[in-house]
């Protein structure tokens, strides 16, 4: 240690005028002692002050910049030293090495960044804005046989490219082209891994994913799937998940989503549908997503549907039926929901018999599953008379309707449940659907609908309940009355706030519950009059209209 004592000191009375041999034989000796006792010397070369000598000995021009940029990041492995790097002002001459066309530099100062920013966002934020990203991509450009340099580069895109920030700045690069060029060349496990690491993170943004799409790493994802679906080697295991996920991942854009969709004839998609068929749960998943992503456009659905991929899907979900994969059940449950918005495809799916099929996982204990399987019903019976009215007289169905509008520890599950029990009436106007659901009872829970925070749901609850008490009022009026319906409707009547719909469709259900002896007691007892009087003047003239038809109502009653 007494070598490492005299050598800072040497270095520090001497750095400025020393010969380059005395220089360079400090920082040898430094970097010996850092080799065998890092934490140590790195404590000792900050209580003798030389992180401010590196700083001047940090230029292009000097022999021992690389040696200097080698001991920083040594020191800088240890998290007590990163921030006394930072005050000692090591990261503008550091930053401005990278334009070296030295190897040795370039990679001992990219390591001594990395070290310095590792787990630091605002450190890592300062260097995007010192424009480091374009220098980067250029010299993973230049230096591409070394591996050294491109793995250092490879690091610190992964460490960037976490952050928002560096999205729009690698977007201005050809980043995209340089990652996919790379990824062909290789063909160890381990060097793919680095670059999906990087990839992962930067095909989050929609610019990106359109230019790695451009790039070609499509093709380079599905030949890894062709290489490893039947492998099982744990590496192409995981090698085979990352491909298709990504694959999923670049789907989410909608420019590079249709760009692959290419009008259902994209080679892309071709290869994606043969997925499903297939016995690796991974690549059914990944097939599944896919179809869900592609199914974001109306055009899209419809193609897909008249081309027979319904019957695909419900292949799929069939074979999980029993302990079935919940990822796979889900995927397959978001694509046929997505598939059944356009309003051509719903007779269609239903008559393919798409409902029998979701119904077949009613039993199923995992919310995820239970709300996708809602919103898939939710969307066939849309406008469908006879499918509601069909569904909505399946008891098991309703009471597990029901059972899950109380499910308390998933608020989507619960919202779900509701606009479905909702939908059954709105869509059947059925008598017998209304029965079913009294009997089950559903009524409280469209009650609660009605005091959404969700103005849609409110609505799609008050429609409901007004069906309910103009087809069958004797029915349900003692549910009614439980619920406290006639309460919650002078709640929302007198709430300045509710939406005028919200408005229109209380008063609506006020003059309907009217027919009903106890109900009629309720809204006589609770002042409705001089509620609906003022909303006479509402400046929505449906409301206004309303109001006026429903204070004749209460006056003709009272």
Known sequence: MDNLSDALTKLKLTAADTTVDSVEGCLDCLLQALVQNNTKTSEKIQESGTLQVFANLLTPQSNCTAKVAHIIAEVAKNEFMRNPCVDAGLIPPLVQL????????????GRAL???????????AQLINMDVIPTLVKLLGIHCQNTALTEMCLVAFGNLAELESSKEQFAATNIAEELVKLFKKQAEHEKKEMIFEVLAPLAENDIIKLQLVDAGLVECLLEIVHQTVNSDKEEEVAELKTASDLMVLLLLGDESMQKLFDGGKG??????LSWLPS?????????ALAIANFARNDGNCIHMVDNGIVQKLMNLLDRHVEQGNVTVQHAALSALRNLAIPVINKAKMLSAGVAEEVLKFLRSEMPPVQFKLLGTLRMLIDAQAEAAEQLGKNAKLVERLVEWCEAKDHVGVIGESNRLLSALIRHSKSKDVIRT???????VHLVTMATSEHVIMQN????????????????????????????????????ESSAPEIKYNSMVLVCAVMGSEPLNKEVQNLAFLEIVSKLRSHENKTVAQQASLTEQRLTVAS
Do not use: P, W
């Open 279 to 287: 016995n690796n749960h991974q690549l059914q998943l990944a097939g």
């Open 267 to 272: 080679s892309v998609f071709q290869r994606v």
């Open 460 to 495: 799609e609850a008050l429609v409901a309940l007004g069906l309910m008490a103009s087809l069958e009022l004797g029915t349900s009026e003692k549910d009614l009355e439980n619920a406290k319906l006639v309460e919650v409707l002078h709640r929302l009547l007198s709430d």
């Open 437 to 443: 659901i009294v009997q089950s009872g559903g009524i």
């Open 114 to 124: 990395g070290n310095i920013c590792y787990d630091s966002h605002i450190l890592q």
């Open 98 to 109: 990278l334009n070296s066309k030295d190897q040795e530099v370039l990679l001992q100062t």
